[in-house]
């Protein structure tokens, strides 16, 4: 594996992906950054600009993004007390105290070297464990692949709602929309409505963009936009935590990173989860009940712990962790590339490439938002009807683009439609992407089975393997239904 990793850092320290990483790390800092904004966001904008590039550029801009918005997350945090990225929110309690007292900067050079060791751990992670799970699961058929996807699909819905039945619900909205078009087995219409243009399918780049960037758009022109006047006005630099400083939350930081990867390796938990038990180990740490750097550490190396955590998952199983992983998913399939076990096996040279690529770009976003700080806070004060504007205009390019076709701009706007009233009465829209992208595999082992065990059900439950996950699967489902009835409960008391 070493001599692998080693050569692939020769393709990767190349010109054009140096050029590339560096653009999806400044990118990712910058939507990271910015409250409204989400790197899953900027991942669907620059989704459309990769087609031109080969699988392992495309892929490193795009992961590039990804890195560089959960580590940038924490500058709003702490500067503004408002969290840029859900993963972030936990660095507000003592970031942001810190910053009024004036240690702006080593808040944010803690926040930073926490991120940076956090994801670096979780890439080492990612490099050891992946190869292990691929190999294991070489050994599914179709029958175990669905009970997989089913598991995925449970955990996800379940997982990012409040409440399970609207999570469900979600999810039963992208399998539905996976159904338009030719049967893949049959090749007769479905859900068509003697509309020529749905034979084809909806296409998943447009419906993508559409569910994730325009409720939001949607919702930055419709709130007032308040100046915000504050910290963001003074001279600000990066100011690293001393040798000392480093030792005494080493053991912390190591400890919140693991928490970190293990969350992230759990299809539908995410960096938010993370991070509030990361500033739990901080606060049980840290000496003084007032804010202090542990406090900061602690959930930072947690959130992005999850970005190597959340790859297994995809890379050995074609489970996405997160919604952000989901999106990567989607562009690896767009690519040519089926992740799951089969990618070790037939593309190895883009596996380590994946892999060098994820420490260099760590190594970028450190020098990039520690040397660029000044820069980013400025960016805080951009105003966002300009913004947004742009946004939505390069979305629209984006949706054309992927096949030349107007249709698609429909289809974008029909999902940002369907995505904003599901957002405005609290239905989660990660979970009908995922059942998007996770359908089709999910339909195409479950009728594959049917037919190796000639329409016999019981392929389904002799595998031992798929007996598992189907236990697992009801056990995520009674774990969120207790914890639905819990909170409704608690809010009845009130």
């Not at 939507?31 to 991942?43: C, K, V």
């Not at 995809?314 to 952000?324: H, K, R």
């Not at 940002?416 to 082992?445: H, I, N």
Request: contains cysteine.
């Amino acid at each position: 594996m070493v001599s692998s990793i080693l050569h692939a850092f020769g393709s990767v320290l190349t010109p054009e992906l140096l050029l590339v990483m560096l653009l999806g790390s400044v990118v990712g800092i910058v939507f990271g950054s910015i409250p409204g904004l989400t790197y899953s966001m900027g991942i669907i904008l620059f989704l459309p600009m990769t087609f031109r590039l080969s699988p392992l550029a495309a892929i490193s801009l795009l992961l590039g993004v990804y890195i560089g918005g959960m580590t940038g997350g924490s500058v709003a945090a702490i500067l503004l007390g408002i969290p840029g990225t859900p993963s972030a929110a936990a660095t507000v309690f003592d970031g942001y105290p810190l910053a009024k007292k004036g240690l702006a900067g080593k808040a944010l050079g803690t926040a930073l070297v926490a991120s940076i060791f956090g994801g670096l751990l979780s890439v080492i992670t990612l490099m050891i464990v992946a190869p292990l799970i691929a190999n294991f699961a070489l050994n599914f058929g179709p029958a175990e692949i669905f009970a997989l996807v089913l598991f995925g699909l449970s955990t996800i819905c379940g997982v990012s709602a409040g409440n399970i039945l609207k999570g469900l619900v979600s999810g039963c909205i992208g399998l539905l929309v996976m159904t338009i078009g030719l049967d893949p087995v049959m090749g007769m219409p479905r859900y068509t409505f003697g509309f020529s243009r749905l034979i084809a399918g909806v296409d998943l780049l447009p419906f993508m963009i559409g569910m994730f960037a325009i409720p939001q758009i949607v919702q930055s022109f419709s709130t007032t936009e308040v100046k915000i006047e504050n910290i963001t006005s003074k001279k600000i630099k990066t100011v690293y935590p001393s040798l000392k400083e480093l030792r005494r939350m080493f053991w912390l930081t190591f400890r919140c990173a693991l928490i970190g990867i293990g969350i992230g390796s759990i299809p539908g938990t995410g960096g938010p989860v993370a991070a509030f038990l990361g500033y739990d180990q901080a606060r049980r740490t840290k000496k003084s009940e007032g804010p202090a750097l542990e406090g900061i550490a602690g959930p930072e190396a947690a959130n992005n712990g999850v970005t190597g955590g959340a790859l297994i998952p995809m890379f050995t199983l074609g489970i996405p962790g997160d919604a952000a992983t989901a999106v990567l998913l989607g562009a690896l399939m767009i690519h040519g590339l089926k992740p799951g076990p089969l990618l070790f096996s037939q593309h190895a040279d883009f596996v380590y490439g994946v892999y060098a690529a994820l420490i260099v770009i760590h190594v970028i976003v450190l020098f990039v938002q520690g040397f660029g700080i000044r820069f980013f806070v400025k960016i805080l004060n951009f105003r966002k009807c300009y913004l947004f504007s742009t946004i939505l205009v390069l979305c629209t390019i984006g949706a054309y683009a992927v096949n030349n076709n107007v249709f698609d701009i429909y289809v974008m706007f029909f999902a940002g439609l369907l995505a904003f009233f599901m957002t405005k009465y609290d239905y989660p829209v990660a979970p009908a992407v995922l059942a998007l992208v996770l359908g089709p595999v999910m339909e195409d082992s479950f009728r594959r089975a049917l037919i190796l065990s000639q329409g016999s059900f019981n392929i389904f439950v002799t595998s031992p393997i798929s007996l598992v996950f189907y236990s697992l699967t009801v056990l995520i489902l009674i774990g969120q239904i207790r914890r639905s009835a819990k909170n409704a409960g608690s809010g009845t008391g009130k």
